[in-house]
């Protein structure tokens, strides 16, 4: 079964969600995404989303394109 990790930020429509690499556990995942995305942001300042998008999949992480369903109660 694929393991999915939602990266949430401020807005909900810029948040992204990952499928992590088959070979990793879940904790581990979590933080290598920390790590991936802090090292980018500590490279680049600037960096945009597509940075960090290309950075994680470089670390096998893929990134899933989703829609926002209604809210639910």
């Known amino acids: 079964m694929r393991k999915l990790m939602l990266l949430p930020c401020k807005t909900l429509e810029n948040s992204l969600l ?6 990793i556990e879940s904790q581990a ?3 290598c995404a920390v790590s991936v995305i802090a090292e980018t942001e500590t490279e ?5 989303r597509q940075d960090i998008i ?3 999949e ?3 992480f893929e990134v899933i394109n989703y829609i926002i369903g209604p809210e639910i109660s």
């Open 29 to 31: 995942a979590f933080r």
């Open 44 to 48: 680049n300042s600037n960096s945009s």
């Open 18 to 23: 990952v499928a992590l690499p088959e070979d």
């Open 58 to 60: 470089d670390h096998d």
């Open 54 to 56: 290309s950075a994680l």
